[in-house]
């Protein structure tokens, strides 16, 4: 360092006095692992907070690069109501993208930083107890008609076993998370990362949750940033229409980790430097962090 | 069980009484998880020995369906002296494929026989420390010249860090592994599957090494099986041309093993039925077994 | 191993997989041990399921030796109620007999079996902590006449410490416990076995308390096999005399123990081989099996 | 205790602090379990040794116990040169005197003063691994010709597992073990209780053998007591024919142990109430102490 | 030791047997520390109970030699109510010689009877969590006239964190703790060493508070003993006017205690010799035991 | 933190991977404790170098301020080249200014920046064990007489046991050591604090020992500042007298330490601030760093 900056290290002691040893779960979109300086730049943060002492599990999907290999491979993607209709050939291509490459990629970035990471998805030891979706009802915008969707390799989850997860934290490891789950029969399911990582992040009784996502965070009708908000606030949100797309099922998520036990949950963009680091050592932080409402 | 049967049980009881809290460490080709009834009598048989007290670690390539999805994706595979150059985009065919696909179903096959399994690979917690192959001159057999082979994202191993495995095998986890390495620069490199495998015997100091292969084992040239052997015999025969081939570099992984203190080397077939349970469970063993040469 | 039989080691992993890690109390007569080859096949079945990962406590008693040890000795042996009259002499007999020469040939048949068997009694490490059974009036049958009946050194249980019990089995030792407690006065009793057996159950929160004895297991009028019962028809039977004489003091052990948290009480034969294994790994077992009745 | 002798306990200290956490095995004869005041004062003297924070081991045997059931069964009691000819009826009398009623009574003695004591003996988690002696010729004196002489079941130790020991220890229960010794076929083996003391006191590194005896100690020639010795002075008094008779083994046995690494070794007397305290919190001790010679 | 004074020994076996594992909290003045002798006697006496297995914590003030220092320095030492006004040179008066010179020559003596002490405060670890206390109106006795009292760096205890002493007790260190507090913005404040001792023996579920004083009980108008007493009877006695002045912040402290849990509470002299020991050591004790009320 | 420096942060990384886990024991003189902006500074960077994993042990002395207590009290300080005569009445004053003010005023300052500090001196589990210096030949500068001095309770280091601050440690837990030691007869010696701090630093085979003086470093004739040497050098340094005077004795300990396993020695200034972190943080460091000479 530059001995000039010296006395900024100190500005992170009481940051990191808070924070030592409490999990966090971070949740990234595989996009992040498509560009090498983003995923450089992010696995830096990730080994700070990991270094200063925080337990860290990252969890990631990969749609975008999952779609790419289906085109190359001559298979059309078929999305329903934002969910990928996952059969036999394109769960290969799930597997290989979340489980194959982009976890690797993670994993040889952070070994880079110095962090002795371990990829894993839901189907290790057990941790996500997944169920096939049951084929549901769905309004074809197209055709104004209803139609049974059967998503295929698509599951719901069951219930989280965090033994692998406390076993891995307990040595030290960071685990990196594939969103995939399975069930005792031995079928491997294709499951919501958001949805992963909200119910890890609640078994493991997290600290935090954060959502590394596209945009800045919940923005109001002007486009500003809400910083801090609490469940109460995104329901009139929603029913205001300022929360929509693709926003209500994370912050449903993040409602959802809040009633679970989890403390604050984060929505940040990935696409600027050191949001991580933003929303865990600066007191305005980065994006919106959601915390629940007072009782009362 | 069929009570009839139950006394048959009791004839495991020695072998388990020799080998309970020993750790095995198998290789298998990625060519068993081609074939779901293969792949299911497989697992079930590592199900049986983890259950029984054995500490196993499983650890694969996948030859076979990277070189099918290369050429779905159109890139032309290149093998040179039975190794894969590994170019960009073949790295990512076979991250995808071994880490991705193949892992992902060894691991749910072995959820359903009830084993807590944890997909890995030699970059995880950093236990392949390797290196970048450098460039060689080799002889193509077609011209007749020599031309200097860069093999690209191949890897020799450095050194082995077993932390990550004891972790697992003391949590009572059975690591599955797909033999990628990876350095301290980031970089992933893809290592011949039974060079891991003989590595990491050497490192955990294992009972066995067990080669799961297409073959019964190492044949005399009357084609008849040769039940065991050592080190010194192997080399009469290397020498003889009985053993040639793929065979060879097996031949010498097996002897490696055994000189780095694992105490003994199988080579199997991975196409029968109960050829693994055969090679642990009965005397005569199913298929070629190497010990040391006694010595004076 | 015939390699032949090997496909049937894997019809075991399925109950191995539910029971491995799993305490089993199994309660012998000291009968057993007087025939060579009985307890050989006896001690080899427990060595196979201890070896599988399931936690086995012994528990035995030896009224037929101590009966013939009392009349080599000249002592005539005095029954009353199925409960033998302990005075000083006997009460010697007995701490000979079962924590002396029936303890050690079990020991060391299962040492044979490569089992590290631990020897104890009720009065080793505290485990049952007993009180001398008040004297009692009981109808003389011959005489006709009530007469104050003074047990002796027969002993109820008051309590059990597990501590010694889990610091075995948590070390991989198998205890094998001769039917005597003690008290805080340095006095020791002569309890009856089945009661040993099924307290030690309870407070080991047995998956299994398994009741080897001379008959199949509890018998219909036509003296076919009741292969599954609950507490409510034990009850049924005993009033309508299906159930009696010695039977019923084991029954309503059994119903004890499933009170007290036992999952299943078994009442097997050891006349005949493999009755502990065919209750272990089959569906229909080898004997009775009571579980609690369904509530509702 | 009455408040004048309070000051008393201060002199204990020094002594406490020297042996704290070390570990003392000390043998006694079966005779000490035959009257019933001995037995309660001599347990009264190793609960208090356990109790300051010493891990004491017993071992005992129990000849004169054997001698007496022998006769009432009829059975004539065989010795060839101090040692017990052990037939099969013989070797049942052996494991019913001490593992049953020796054993048993020194629990129960143990714990009226509060000792968890574990009753063991060297057949138990196989701490005796012992070998059948093979018949020898000796000298008969009554007929002054050699015979061949099979000991019966008779053993001479081969190795000792201390696993089962350490376990007990370290969960702070006192071993009280007979002195009997299996092997690996399932056969008990009669073993002399000195020697058994002894390679236990080595292979623990024990800091004290204490052989407690029916005579004070080691004595001159004019029958006063020798307080310390070493290995050369004893072999003198043998040769000077000073220490002859039962003492010359236990003499041998005490010169093993202290070249094996015990580091003190201490014969003294039963019959008399605090030698074995007096051995411990006295300098000048109470009976015969024997250290290394000083090398130079 | 004398030999004939071995027999005393054993009467210390049913206490040892009592409190063997239990914590003692032993509060002293500093005045013990003040003469050599007394000292010796007192960490011998401790020393003793250590070693035993009993874990023992010592908490301190050291009032007389402070005032000492303070008169030495010229610093004119004001009390209010039996308290301390301590200003910033007289907090500068108070570390120095409760946690400088007194702990430090405790420690010594404690390590030559060779304890392995530990000296700490409550500062140390963040044990005691205290606060200012606040200015109060207290009555000058001289002037009659109110007055508003600060008492400085006088502290009152909000909360106790155990985890220092637990550490070092697990680790079979003796704690000796100097009453001083501290805040989390980095006060040390000066707190009474009875309210000290109280709460720490509260928060570590004590067994015995011990303390040390300069009378030997709690006496009765007639200057005779009260062996044992109840928090209604103190109540009483304090009504009575029998216990007064500075007695009376100790019999709270006590029944404060025996509220928040700890067994019995002990107020005995520290002028006499094995007052500890024969509180501890006999039945009749040698100054007052508390304990609760009998509930009906 | 300002968000525009959170990319400063991450320069960081790379310091923290290469110290974390390791022992850093960093020397102080008392008069750091004299300054509260100073001490504040200073407990701020020692809480930032814990909180990221590095181990820290802080050794201190206190001379000035024992100096000026000592004339407070009118006892006047004797030096004798440069070390205090420590009469009865002056190991006192170094008591409580060591062990009572400074040590607890380091630690309440440590307290409040979030750091669990444990403050001990030598005498603490018997950490240091040290002999009286004997009486020493001395030149008297003004008379230029040899005269034979006693230092009194001045003590030089035998040896040091680690346990307590290995357990302090493991537990996270920031030992803060005065320079005082102790004997088994309970004597308390007061020692030189590099001396203290060199042989802890060794002891625990630290890997850096960083002595914090009132001068920036070691310098050249034209006090420039070496940023690095090696002993050979400061040999050389010390012959041309260019280091002298109070430097000699620290870069003596500098080079014992490197001599018994630390891997580097830092001399740096306190006056200062961020000389601690510089020298850990930067590459050019903010003093004079000591390693081994080049083999070879």
Redesign the interface.
């Known amino acids: 360092?530059?001995?000039d900056?010296?006395?900024?290290?100190?500005?992170?002691?009481?940051?990191?006095?808070r924070f030592?040893g409490k999990t966090f779960v971070v949740k990234i979109g595989g996009e992040i692992a498509d560009d090498e300086a983003t995923l450089h730049s992010f696995c830096?943060?990730v080994?700070?907070l990991a270094?200063?002492?925080i337990r860290i599990v990252v969890v990631h999907g990969g749609g975008k690069q999952a779609t790419e290999?289906s085109e190359?491979?001559g298979i059309e993607p078929k999305m329903v109501q934002g969910r990928r209709v996952t059969d036999e050939q394109t769960l290969?291509v799930v597997?290989?993208?979340?489980?194959?490459?982009i976890?690797?990629?993670i994993?040889?970035?952070l070994?880079?930083?110095?962090v002795?990471?371990?990829?894993?998805?839901g189907?290790?030891?057990?941790i996500v107890n997944a169920v096939k979706r049951p084929p549901k009802k769905v309004l074809n915008e197209k055709t104004g008609k209803e139609e049974l969707v059967d998503y295929g390799h698509v599951g719901d989850i069951d219930s989280i076993d965090t033994?692998?997860l406390t076993?891995?934290l307990a040595?030290d490891?960071v685990p990196v998370m594939a969103s995939?789950g399975?069930d005792?029969?031995?079928?491997?399911l294709n499951i919501n990362a958001d949805t992963v990582a909200s119910e890890i992040a609640s078994a493991l009784r997290a600290e935090k949750l954060i959502l590394v996502t596209d945009v800045e965070g919940i923005l109001r009708e002007d486009k500003s940033l809400i910083s801090r908000t609490t469940p109460r606030e995104v329901d009139a949100l929603v029913k205001a229409g300022v929360i929509r797309g693709g926003m209500i099922p994370k912050a449903q998520s993040a409602v959802e980790a809040l009633k679970d036990g989890v403390q604050t949950v984060h929505i940040i963009s990935g696409k600027k430097?050191?949001t991580l680091?933003?929303e865990v050592?600066?007191d305005?932080g980065?994006g919106t962090m959601l915390h629940r409402d007072a009782t009362g």
Not at 111 to 114: D, V
Not at 116 to 121: E, L, R, T
């Open positions: 360092m530059n001995p900056d010296l006395h900024l290290l100190r500005q992170a002691l009481p940051y990191i006095n030592k830096e943060e080994a700070l270094q200063v002492g290999l190359q491979l290969d597997m290989m993208v979340f489980a194959g490459k976890n690797t990629e994993l040889s970035a070994r880079e930083m110095g002795d990471a371990v990829g894993i998805s189907v290790d030891g057990g033994r692998l076993t891995l040595a490891f995939l399975g005792d029969d031995g079928n491997v430097s050191s680091l933003g050592f600066t305005t980065s």
